[in-house]
């Protein structure tokens, strides 16, 4: 697999992206999800310049990153996150795109009272019953609720569209993220320290840039 070439072509289409919406490409980080890949071709992968890295599963995880740690990429923890796995999470990864519950972020500052980790808090915008995530109505009492959870540094907003016929049918779940964001913004003591938005993957990731992405996970389209 020519991943140089695959990761081109991507960059390519988040440039074109990025220009038809009037955004500078240094503003959307390209995550490339190994969930798919061998830990050789992870390595090749990384060393073809994506240096962030995502993965859904701790026990695929784990022997990648102790594997490749020499590369120095920087890690993402997308799956679902059972509180049974949160002790593998650092020093591995430094950043949770799936937090969706309170009970996660207490045994997170139990697990590292002393550690600060960014933290994608993960929202079911499109209110799936297969998808994990807060309900958009109950957003911003559990942000009040993190306040006090000292381990947590809520950096932003995650969510994953649904499997659509046409792409163009994920636009108003990312921009219902976006706005959410904007919310949060104005009536949390977040502040502008919830900034990032991770929308965005290899069917809708141009959408998602076009809408505000910061970060897009993608794996088919750099993997297959
Ligand atoms: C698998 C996965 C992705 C990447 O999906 P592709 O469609 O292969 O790009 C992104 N985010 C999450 C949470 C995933 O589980």
Redesign the pocket.
């Given at each position: 697999m020519d991943y140089k070439h695959k990761l081109n072509q991507v960059q390519q289409r988040i440039s074109n992206a990025c220009d038809r919406s009037g955004r500078n490409v240094d503003d959307v980080k390209l995550i490339a999800?190994t969930?798919y890949s061998s830990i050789e071709e992870t390595k090749l992968m990384i060393e073809a310049g994506c240096l962030h890295v995502a993965e859904?599963k701790m026990q695929d995880a784990i022997p990648k990153i102790d594997q490749l740690s020499h590369l120095h990429a920087m890690w993402h923890y997308?799956?679902h996150l059972q509180t049974n796995k949160v002790k593998h999470l650092l020093p591995s990864f430094q950043f949770l795109h799936s937090l969706d519950r309170l009970s996660l972020a207490k045994e997170i500052c139990r697990k590292y009272p002393n550690d600060r980790i960014s933290c994608f808090i993960q929202v079911n915008i499109s209110k799936e019953e297969t998808k994990s995530g807060i309900e958009p109505e109950k957003l911003i009492e559990f942000i009040n609720q993190l306040k006090d959870y000292s381990s947590i540094d809520v950096c932003g907003l995650m969510t994953?569209a649904p499997k659509v016929k046409h792409p163009e049918e994920t636009r108003t779940i990312f921009r219902r993220l976006r706005e959410w964001k904007d919310e949060i913004q104005l009536r949390t003591y977040l502040g502008e320290n919830c900034r990032y938005l991770s929308m965005g993957?290899?069917?809708d990731f141009e959408i998602a840039i076009e809408e505000g992405a910061t970060h897009i996970?993608?794996?088919?389209?750099l993997t297959k």
């Open positions: 999800v969930k859904n997308i799956g994953m993957m290899s069917e996970r993608l794996g088919s389209v």
